[in-house]
């Protein structure tokens, strides 16, 4: 499915990280863990082709991400530790950009109802907590059919029944054959459903 090869990343002339190998299968989870500054963003990027390595490769199903690029993107759901959203639009307006436009309104409603966030639908993100913020966009995970799924840092400034939440999302995708690949700082019961762990520094 999806494999790294010998990656190594630089920034500044400065090596971060090298000899990254993995190989992740159906219901595989790898938790890429490390200190700040250690390169787990930079590694995640490389995953999602927005980041070139300084050295190595990474293939989706034997063939290179890069020689094989609109079919990649059709399997895979980044969320930066950002969140890729605009703030002066609203939660709405934000998850059918994301979509592509594909998602109805009621879908997107009904996603916004399951991460607790209907009733905000309509004000600016910029109004939203970061927390609230952050619970925007993990309903995409709810839009957005994919089967691998990369997620910086997925648990910023939620509170613990939104990490509930987000925990039972993420075991009922790998259940069904999905693929994670995930940053966090913060403890968590899935963590407990890692398969595949790299520690970066």
Not at 28 to 38: I, P, R
Not at 116 to 137: T, Y
Not at 165 to 184: N, P
Request: net charge neutral; glycine share 8%; aromatic share 6%.
């Amino acid at each position: 499915m999806l494999e790294a090869h010998m990656l190594a990343a630089e920034r500044g002339g400065q090596r971060l990280f090298s000899n990254i190998s993995f190989n992740l299968q159906d219901g595989d989870l790898l938790h890429v863990a490390g200190s700040n500054g250690a390169g787990k963003t930079t590694l995640l990027r490389m995953l999602c082709g927005l980041t070139l390595p300084a050295e190595g490769d990474i293939r989706w199903y034997q063939q290179s991400i890069r020689a094989n690029r609109d079919s990649y993107n059709n399997e895979l759901l980044y969320i930066g530790h950002r969140g890729g959203m605009y703030s002066d639009l609203n939660a709405c307006e934000n998850l059918r950009l994301c979509s592509n436009q594909l998602a109805s309104r009621p879908l997107i409603f009904s996603a916004l109802e399951e991460v607790g966030l209907s009733e905000h639908c309509q004000k600016p993100l910029r109004l939203l907590s970061q927390g609230q913020q952050r619970r925007v966009a993990l309903a995409r995970l709810l839009l957005e059919s994919r089967k691998l799924w990369i997620l910086d840092e997925p648990l910023t400034a939620l509170d613990s029944g939104a990490v509930d939440w987000f925990a039972g999302r993420l075991a009922a995708h790998i259940k069904q054959g999905g693929i994670a690949v995930l940053t966090t700082h913060q403890d968590a019961t899935f963590i407990s459903r890692v398969t595949v762990s790299v520690v970066l520094g």
